[in-house]
């Protein structure tokens, strides 16, 4: 990082390697001063949007976790990344149409939007049929947003229910984007209690701007995209 020009007046022109540095040691201050291990949560660095050359510095100071929302996006950007980093890990955590389910059980290592019955029909399949077994989080629609994907809080049981008995899949746990204009917290507390319910350990919540609300209330994954990679060209 000696090529670093930090200068704290023009925070967008931090490098992403410096802001993961940043996010990283933040992350582990709150969470040792919550008693948490930071073992415990997983940082997802959320690539959409930036090209793989933005993505490499980042892979090359050892981050191995991603977030890409677009199926296309992702099949153009990383196979050439994950030629050099196979080990890298990545996660969808957009909208995944049930028609392309076998691309995103064979390119993705976990699929957090899992939210109806057919794509659940069509994990299961995709998964016996290519013995792979990406990570499966339930996205919920904590603030039942029409416009927004994910199971309601009332359908939350019965799809869980069905997810596991009717169609056999392992689930890790449950994944909410809260509406952009409520306070974040009672929606993560409330993920919180669901997924205690249900039995799932996993919760992927809190985003740069509120990652720290979702692990006081137990988050195990964060997505961070502006918080690395910087502000997202405008689309
Ligand atoms: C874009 C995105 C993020 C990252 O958002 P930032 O505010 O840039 O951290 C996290 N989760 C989902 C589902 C996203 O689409």
Redesign the pocket.
């Given at each position: 990082m000696t090529t670093e020009q930090a200068n704290p007046a023009r925070p967008e022109e931090l490098s992403a390697v410096t802001r993961l540095h940043k996010a990283h040691a933040g992350l582990e201050k709150r969470l040792t001063e919550m008693g948490r291990s930071p073992a415990d949560v997983k940082l997802?660095a959320?690539s959409?949007t930036f090209p793989a050359e933005a993505v490499r510095p980042v892979l090359a100071a050892g981050h191995r976790v991603f977030?890409e929302?677009r199926l296309q996006e992702t099949e153009l950007k990383w196979p050439t990344l994950k030629a050099d980093y196979p080990d890298a890990e990545l996660h969808l955590?957009?909208a995944l149409q049930s028609k392309k389910t076998s691309q995103a059980v064979a390119l993705f290592d976990a699929i957090?939007?899992l939210d109806r019955e057919k794509l659940a029909a069509k994990l299961a399949d995709e998964i016996q049929k290519q013995g792979r077994h990406p990570q499966l989080f339930v996205q919920v629609n904590t603030g039942d947003e029409p416009q927004k994907g994910g199971v309601g809080l009332a359908a939350l049981d019965g799809f869980v229910d069905r997810c596991r008995r009717d169609y056999g899949l392992t689930l890790t746990g449950l994944?909410c984007?809260p509406p952009v204009n409520d306070v974040p917290a009672p929606h993560f507390a409330l993920l919180q209690k669901r997924a205690e319910a249900l039995g799932l350990s996993g919760l992927s919540m809190g985003?740069?701007?509120d990652?720290e609300d979702a692990l006081a209330f137990g988050a195990t994954h964060v997505?961070?995209?502006?918080?690395?990679?910087g502000p997202?060209p405008k689309v």
């Open positions: 997802i959320v959409k977030g929302n955590i957009g957090q939007s994944m984007l985003m740069s701007a990652f997505r961070l995209g502006t918080a690395i990679f997202r």
